[in-house]
C-alpha cells in the first residue's frame, strides 16, 4: 500500500456499513474539490467553496437526476485529517445511497480507498506521527473506559511526546562521539565520558519506566481471556451467570450440562474480560464429552487467568486433580465455591493456590473474586504517567533501544572508541524511530494501517 500512487484521488465510505440516520463519504486529493463542484448543487449559487464550511444541496447522477439531499462540506489542504484537500458528503444512512455516490465518484475516476489509506496519507503528511496514527484505531476498537482514556492520551502525543525527548537527548550525545571520529587525535575525556554514561543511564531508565506500565496498558487495551475451569457439577455455569448478572448457561444438577465453550464478555474495573465457560473436566469414555474437555485444555493454553473452581463442600476427587493439571503453569485463581454451604479444609496442592470463596447461587463473594482479578493485573483503571506503552510493537523496540544502550554503557566502561560508541547509540535510535515512524519499514507501515477500517 506505502508504494501506491499517493497522488490519487481516494474514496470510501466513513460510516459503518449498515442502515442509519446519517451516512458519510470521504474523498481525499487533488480532485476532491473538482468532485464536488461536479456533482453537488447548492439552492444558492456557489462560485467558491468556503473551507470547513457546511453546505446543503443534492448530489446529482451524470444525466442529472438527484441521488440524495445531502451536506458537503470541504476541507482545504494543509487543515484537514490527511494533509490533503478532504471532502465529505453527508447524505442519508442508507447502504443504497452510499453505494450510488462512492459508484458515481469512482466511475469518475476516483480509486476506493485502503484501509487505514486516510490514516496513512495524514502520517506521510506529517500531521501524525506513528505512534498517533496507531491511537486512531485504539480509540474506535476501545472496549472499556479506561482503555479509551489510554487510547486518547495517546494520540494526543503522550508517548511521542516522551520518544521524541529521549531521541533528542541520544542525538546530542551522538554529535559528542561522532566529532571524536572526524577529530580521532583528540580523546574523549573522563569527565565527558562520566557525563555520557550517566546521562545514557538516565536514558534507559526512563525506557524501563516506560517497559514497566505494559502489562498494565496491554490488559487495557486487549483485555483478558478468563477461563473458567473444573469437573463436573462444581458450579462453573452458575459462576459464568452470576458475574454476568444473567442467566446465559444452562445450570441443572446433571453433571456434564455443558459439552462446548460458552464465551461472553464483561466489564471489571475498567478491564474489558472474555469469560470461557467450558466442559467439565473427567475421565470419560463418552465422545462427546472427551471433545468438551479436550477443548478445555486447548483454551487454558491460552488463556490469561484461569477461575479454577472446586466444590468447597466436598472433598476434592482426582477429577479436580485432572483439571487442576490442565492449569499448571497459568496464572490462576481457587475460586471455592458453595460457600454457603459448611466448606471442607483444603489439602495440597490446593492450598499452593490463592483461594476466594464464594457462592455463585447467593452471590456472595463476587465482588472479592472481581476485586482479586482487578489487583492481579492492573490497580484499578487509574492511568498513571508511566502507563503509555500498550502496543507490542512499542515494547519490542523500546527493549532494543536499552540493549543497544547497554552495549553503549559496557563498551564505554570498557573502550573509549567513538566509532563502537557511536554505533551503539545509532542503533539505539533506530529503534525509538520505529516507534513514531520516523525509521519504521515500509512493510512494517503496511501491517499497522492494515488494521484499520475503511475510511479511516
Known amino acids: 500500500m506505502i508504494s501506491d500512487n499517493s497522488e490519487q ?35 444558492g449559487a456557489v462560485d467558491q467553496f468556503e473551507s470547513h464550511r457546511l453546505y446543503y444541496g443534492h448530489i446529482f447522477d451524470p444525466d442529472g437526476a438527484p441521488i440524495d439531499e445531502v451536506m458537503a462540506v470541504i476541507m482545504r489542504a494543509p487543515r484537514s485529517y490527511t494533509g490533503e484537500d478532504v471532502v465529505e458528503v453527508h447524505c442519508h444512512g442508507g447502504p443504497l445511497i452510499i453505494r450510488r455516490i462512492l459508484d458515481l465518484f469512482i466511475e469518475a475516476g476516483l480509486r476506493l480507498a485502503h484501509p487505514g489509506e486516510f490514516t496513512l496519507r495524514a502520517f506521510l503528511n506529517g500531521r501524525l506521527d506513528l505512534t498517533r496514527a496507531e491511537a486512531v484505531i485504539d480509540v474506535i476498537r476501545s472496549r472499556s473506559e479506561a482503555a479509551g482514556q489510554l487510547a486518547l492520551r495517546q494520540m494526543d502525543g503522550a508517548l511521542s511526546r516522551v520518544v521524541y525527548s529521549l531521541r533528542d537527548r541520544l542525538v546530542e550525545h551522538l554529535a559528542l562521539v561522532e566529532a571524536h571520529i572526524d577529530f580521532p587525535e583528540e580523546d574523549i575525556s573522563p569527565p565527558t565520558i562520566a557525563r555520557l554514561a550517566e546521562d545514557v543511564d538516565a536514558v534507559s531508565s526512563e525506557i524501563d519506566r516506560l517497559l514497566a506500565g505494559f502489562d498494565s496498558c496491554r490488559v487495557l487495551r486487549e483485555g483478558l481471556n ?193 566509532e563502537f560508541l557511536a554505533l551503539d547509540l545509532k542503533e539505539a535510535l533506530q529503534a525509538l524511530g520505529e516507534i513514531t515512524g520516523e525509521t519504521t519499514p515500509d512493510d512494517i507501515l503496511d501491517k499497522i494501517f492494515s488494521r484499520f477500517c475503511i475510511g479511516k
Open 9 to 43: 484521488t481516494i474514496v470510501a465510505p466513513a460510516t459503518a456499513v449498515g442502515e442509519g440516520g446519517i451516512g458519510i463519504v470521504r474523498v481525499s486529493g487533488t480532485s476532491a474539490e473538482a468532485m464536488l463542484q461536479r456533482f453537488f448543487r447548492s439552492p
Open 226 to 418: 478468563v477461563l473458567i475451569l473444573g469437573r463436573p457439577n462444581v458450579g462453573k455455569s452458575s459462576l459464568l451467570n452470576a458475574l454476568l448478572g444473567e442467566s446465559r448457561a444452562i445450570v441443572t444438577d446433571i453433571p456434564g450440562t455443558t459439552r462446548d465453550t460458552v464465551e461472553e464478555s464483561l466489564e471489571i474495573a475498567g478491564i474489558p474480560l472474555r469469560l470461557i465457560d467450558t466442559a467439565g473436566v473427567h475421565d470419560t469414555s463418552d465422545l462427546v464429552e472427551a471433545e468438551g474437555v479436550r477443548r478445555a485444555g486447548l483454551r487454558a493454553e491460552t488463556a490469561d487467568l484461569v477461575l479454577f473452581v472446586i466444590d468447597g463442600s466436598q472433598p476434592v476427587c482426582d477429577d479436580d486433580l485432572l483439571a487442576l493439571e490442565m492449569a499448571k503453569d497459568k496464572r490462576c485463581l481457587l475460586v471455592v465455591n458453595k460457600s454457603d454451604r459448611e466448606t471442607l479444609e483444603l489439602t495440597p496442592p490446593f492450598t499452593d493456590l490463592e483461594a476466594v470463596p464464594l457462592s455463585a447461587k447467593t452471590g456472595s463473594g463476587l465482588d472479592g473474586l472481581k476485586e482479586k482479578i482487578s489487583t492481579l493485573f492492573f490497580s484499578g483503571g487509574e492511568i498513571s504517567e508511566s502507563t503509555l506503552v500498550s502496543d507490542r510493537r512499542h515494547r519490542e523496540a523500546l527493549l532494543r533501544a536499552n540493549e543497544a544502550l547497554t552495549r553503549f554503557r559496557e563498551a564505554i566502561s570498557a573502550t573509549h572508541d567513538p
